[in-house]
Nanobody, 113 residues
Framework: QVQLVESGGGLVQPGGSLRLSCAAS????????MNWYRQAPGKQREWVAY????????NYADSVKGRFTISRDNAKNTVYLQMNNLKPEDTAVYYC??????WGQGTQVTVSS
């Protein structure tokens, strides 16, 4: 079955960077677009970024445009989220989303001094 496993979260100071990874299995990864979402405490889950199957097309939420970059390695069945110039309001659990509305367990990102 579809399995998504996120990693790479942690505690970082404002202005810092993190790279999240999502390892996928159980489906033909290179056929599907992939998304990153996030959910902050007390808030609804929100969409962050999308990448199309070949990896050449991407879209971003306005709140992260210019700071975050989504990418994928189809040979490794992995999608990434490079996050730069992090802000306290980026603090959230970050989730990978794939086909058939599949979700990973999430990885915590905390931006704080």
């Amino acid at each position: 079955q579809v399995q998504l496993v996120e990693s790479g979260g942690g505690l970082v100071q404002p202005g810092g960077s993190l790279r999240l990874s999502c390892a996928a299995s159980g489906f033909s990864f290179s056929w599907y677009g992939m998304n990153w979402y996030r959910q902050a405490p007390g808030k609804q889950r929100e969409w962050v970024a999308y990448i199309n199957p070949p990896g050449g097309g991407t879209n971003y939420a306005d709140s992260v445009k210019g700071r975050f970059t989504i990418s994928r390695d189809n040979a490794k069945n992995t999608v990434y989220l490079q996050m730069n110039n992090l802000k306290p309001e980026d603090t959230a659990v970050y989730y990978c989303n794939g086909p058939s509305n599949s979700w990973g367990q999430g990885t915590q990102v905390t931006v704080s001094s």
